[in-house]
């Protein structure tokens, strides 16, 4: 029934990767993953950590085999002895309260027949779905003591669902599965995973996120490659002054053009994403060569958009940060600085669909994503405002359910929220004041986004050119001359 140690890690390779076309917002397409899919993304995720405001006392997990259903999908263990489970739902409509007290009637009913589990001490409890639940679920979650005794009869009835739907339980009768349920509850530390607290979980984890998710730009910054010791040590010895950051001059292009011209044709190969000069042909001959040799290219590729990708939403939000900090912020209704974050993550994402995707191919993915298209600033503000105006218009009406964190996390951005709304008693005073805020930042909002693009809306191209392209003295001298660039424009501040 349990599968653990190398043989649950080896399920992680039977994974079909989900493709997902969109980056740096969206939350992960955790629907486009099978059921098998999402219980072993669960798995990988906690044998690597925790979820946020989750302690993470267990030291190894171990997954059910498929079918095996006793309301547990990954087992969480200390010494080889169980700490813990997740449960993994994987539903394309909303999980409702009945579903999840019959989920954990099932674990303690089930843990009671296999003897494999023990009530005595308390159990880490962590239902994950992969989309969110009904209100009454997330509210369950958050506000157990309240809602657990006044719902005694609804669990007492899926308990009871539970026990008549499998024959292993059939000889309990109503009086034994009432003492073990309600015996066995209170022991359980329970947890509500949704998409956006995975998302978190995630974004900590971006080995696992790449495993599991094609396309999306994710980073694992344990990639290090050794082959580059000696290289970064060269750079490391360069020094000197110039004033200002050399570009690629009609030198290099030479340079280049050089090493071209030195390749016969039978060795020029395009592969779309690479040009590669030198290589055999004979290499990428036949499907499993050519899939395994682009492959590496593309993972390359990957991890350089990854990088760029996280870069331009840093920058993003420095400059938002400057504007939350400027005389004009002070003056605008507080509420209105949360419009900013927003619009220039819009400025952000376009910048990036033009660098890395080009105009058409971001035109597609916008479709396919059914993301607004936004083709101007005063468009991209208005739909900022809409954003805030959404979410916020929740906490004004008391809603709370969306935030994420533990318990001094809450309570700290509901004192934040409270403050930002003070004075407003409507979703009306509320779209007034976040209008008046967008207009006295606009002009800040705009220089801003004209900056932003400034700096990083253009096409992005890489020419390897390995080892020969330092194989010359003019090579190492444009080497030297670049580096020494680098290293005036950080002591001038600029960066």
């Known amino acids: 029934m349990i599968i653990s ?29 099978d059921d098998e899919d999402f219980e072993r993304l669960c798995y990988a995720l906690s044998k690597r950590s925790a979820p946020l405001g989750v302690e993470r006392i ?17 087992l969480l263990t200390k010494g080889g002895v169980p ?14 309260l009945p579903a999840v007290f019959r989920e954990m009637a099932k674990l303690i009913l089930f843990a009671s027949v296999n003897g494999d589990l023990r009530f005595d001490r308390e159990l880490i409890y962590m239902l994950t779905v992969a989309r969110d639940p009904a209100r009454t679920v997330v509210d369950y979650f958050a506000r157990r003591s309240e809602v657990e005794p006044a719902k005694r009869d609804a669990i007492m009835a899926a308990a009871v669902e539970v026990r008549d739907t499998y024959a292993t339980l059939a000889r309990m009768d109503d009086e034994v599965v009432e003492r073990l349920v309600f015996a066995s509850l209170p022991k359980l530390s329970i947890k ?54 050399a570009p690629v001059t009609d030198e290099d292009l030479e340079l280049l053009r050089e090493q071209i011209r030195d390749t016969p044709e039978t060795h ?31 993972d390359l590729l990957q991890e350089v958009d990854a990088d760029y990708t ?29 419009i900013v974050a927003p619009f220039l993550g819009y ?56 935030m994420i964190g533990d318990a001094e996390d809450l309570k700290l951005k509901r004192l934040i929220v409270e403050r930002a709304l003070e004075g407003l008693r409507s979703q009306e005073h509320l779209e007034n004041a976040l209008e008046m805020g967008a207009d006295l930042l606009k002009q800040k909002l705009f220089d801003a986004a004209d900056s ?8 992005v191209s890489i020419v390897l050119t390995g080892s020969r392209g330092i194989d010359s003295d003019a090579g190492l001298k444009r080497l030297a001359d670049t580096v020494r660039s680098l290293e005036a424009l950080k002591r001038s501040g600029e960066i």
């Open 192 to 245: 509500l995973l949704r998409p956006v607290d995975l998302d978190e979980w995630m974004g900590r984890e971006g080995a696992v996120a790449a495993r599991f998710f094609k396309q999306r730009i994710v980073v694992d910054n344990q990639i290090v490659s050794d082959r580059l010791d000696a290289f970064e040590g060269l750079l490391r010895g360069l020094a000197g002054d110039v004033q200002k950051l």
């Open 83 to 96: 700490v813990g489970v997740i449960q993994c739902k994987r539903l394309e409509g909303q999980m409702a």
């Open 58 to 74: 267990w030291d190894d997990a171990a997954l059910m085999v498929r079918g095996a259903d006793a309301g547990r999908d990954v």
């Open 5 to 33: 140690g190398a043989a649950a890690d080896a399920e992680i390779a039977k994974v079909k990767p989900a493709e997902i076309e969109d980056a740096g917002l969206a939350s992960f397409a955790y629907l486009r993953l």
């Open 347 to 402: 400025v952000a994402k376009e910048c990036l669909a033009v660098a890395l995707s080009g105009s058409i191919m971001s035109s597609i993915l916008d479709r396919l994503s059914n993301a607004p298209r936004l083709e101007s600033d005063e468009a991209r503000l208005r739909q900022a405002r809409e954003d805030v105006a959404s979410e916020w218009g929740r906490y004004l009406a008391g809603d709370f359910g969306q």
């Open 268 to 298: 020029r190969l395009n592969l779309g994403i690479a040009m590669l000069f030198g290589f055999p042909p004979e290499m990428f001959v036949g499907r499993p060569n050519l899939e395994k040799r682009v492959g590496r290219l593309r």
């Open 452 to 459: 932003l693009r400034a700096t990083c809306k253009h096409k």
């Open 310 to 338: 996280d870069w331009v939403f840093a920058l993003a939000r420095e400059k938002a940060a400057e504007i939350c900090d400027s005389a004009e912020a002070m003056y605008a209704p507080m509420i209105a600085r949360a």
